[in-house]
């Protein structure tokens, strides 16, 4: 069972950066496309960024283009979400998930067909 444990979260000013953790246990990098979701108070999930299996090709929502870079290391089994010039906008519960799908481009926008979720970090962009 694929399991996905986030870090990193935390209380940042606007324009500050935060970089997010998702450490996956159970399989490697190399069978799961891995993305991060998040979710503001009263709003929707919202697909954010996500790499093809093996930690390649990433996808950006066109929200945090510029800003935001995904990566994966695959000694490590983690992603990384690097998130620079933080918005208050950018408040929310921020989710780790997996598909068991080599590709992951699509499920930047449709984020019901990840299939493993993590407990989810608070990132919250306040002066």
């Known amino acids: 069972q694929l399991q996905l444990v986030e870090s990193g979260g935390g209380l940042v000013q606007p324009g500050g950066s935060l970089r997010l953790s998702c450490a996956v246990s159970g399989a490697t990098l190399d069978y799961y496309a891995v993305g991060w979701v998040r979710q503001a108070p009263g709003k929707e999930r919202e697909g954010v960024s996500c790499?093809?299996?093996?930690?390649?090709?990433?996808n950006y929502a066109d929200s945090v283009k510029g800003r935001f870079t995904i990566s994966g290391d695959n000694a490590k089994n983690t992603v990384f979400l690097q998130m620079i010039s933080l918005k208050p906008e950018d408040t929310a519960t921020y989710y780790c998930?997996?598909?068991?799908?080599?590709?992951?481009?699509?499920?930047?926008?449709?984020?019901?067909?990840?299939?493993?979720w993590g407990q989810g970090t608070q990132v919250t962009v306040s002066s």
């Open positions: 790499v093809d299996s093996g930690g390649v090709s990433p």
């Open positions: 998930a997996a598909v068991d799908n080599y590709y992951c481009a699509g499920y930047v926008t449709d984020v019901s067909g990840y299939n493993f």
